[in-house]
């Protein structure tokens, strides 16, 4: 048998080689979105309101910032492939993101290394096949049976996020206690104060995010510094 000559590819290597990929079908999945608004102008032949989009402008920033927060969050828990594929594919924290930390309990792999690195990028890239054939074949059904399928999920609906992240926190709790649980406890409190004083309604999900990050980063500094960590 031959043998190759080829040397093995090192880490830099081969993140010069994902970034590269990633940042190409990133550009291509943010043309063929933006694509979805020409497109419905040019067959309806309309323009888009300026107005309208003025006013949209603070909406679109605040998506902007929860967007700029979970890139930064999530790289160390996705990787770097599957970071690239679970924003090009969307669904992370109620989806790429609880598989990628499932895959890490499974296989009991060190964040940082290349086994965290394969392991997540193959859980990522699985879960995205697999969410796409059952979006394809659950299509069908749903055609078909549209009015009965919303009638009979529609009061479940509220509850399937919390569930979601109910459970993902406690993964979460029970493989970083130390860092969780100080940002957990603290957002807890804030969210209880908050509609005890009448103000909680200001607290979405998109307010709580950058609340949880800045206490979280604030934490995790003083207990490295107290040897904690």
Known sequence: MKKSN?????????????????????????GLILLVPVAYCLSAKVLPDGTALLKSLPFLFGYLAIGLVEAFSYAPLLGTAGQYIGFITGNISNLKLPCAINAHTVTKVQPGTEEHEIVTT????????VTTLIIVIGLIPLLIFQEQIVTVLNPIAPYVIPAIFGGLTLVLLASYYKVAVIPFVACI???????????????????????GMAISGISTVILYKKGKL
Do not use: D, K
């Open 6 to 30: 080829a040397t093995p590819q090192t880490r830099a290597e081969y993140n010069n080689s994902v970034h590269t990929i990633g940042r190409i079908f990133t550009w291509i999945a943010l």
């Open 122 to 129: 193959i859980a990522i890239a699985v879960s995205s096949i």
């Open 189 to 211: 409190v804030i969210c209880v104060v908050g509609n005890l004083l009448g103000f909680g309604a200001s607290l979405g999900q998109s307010t709580m995010v950058l609340v």
